[in-house]
């Protein structure tokens, strides 16, 4: 294997490596927010109310990753596109 084939295989694993991360941020993202959408119909309870807002954060958190992720797939896509338009 020469020099570029190494690099389009790295960019290549990148992309798996990001879209596995991306999987699993999703799956996150909808357990988290079911999970805080659950606690709006128990609000009489005490504990709700931390819980809820610790969701949110989380929910928001997870978004900000995923956005951060797309956009970093993104760059690595355009960057393969790169090297094999060189190739």
Avoid: D
């Amino acid at each position: 294997m020469n020099k570029e084939q190494k690099q389009l295989e790295s960019i290549k694993e990148r992309l798996k490596l990001y879209s596995e991360i991306l999987k699993n941020l999703t799956i996150l993202l909808i357990a988290v927010a079911g999970g805080t959408i659950g606690l709006l119909f128990k609000l009489s309870n005490p504990i709700a109310i931390p819980l809820l807002v610790m969701g949110l954060s989380l929910t928001i958190g997870i978004l900000f990753g995923i956005f951060r992720l797309s956009i970093s797939i993104r760059e690595t896509l355009e960057e393969l596109k790169k090297w094999e338009k060189n190739s």
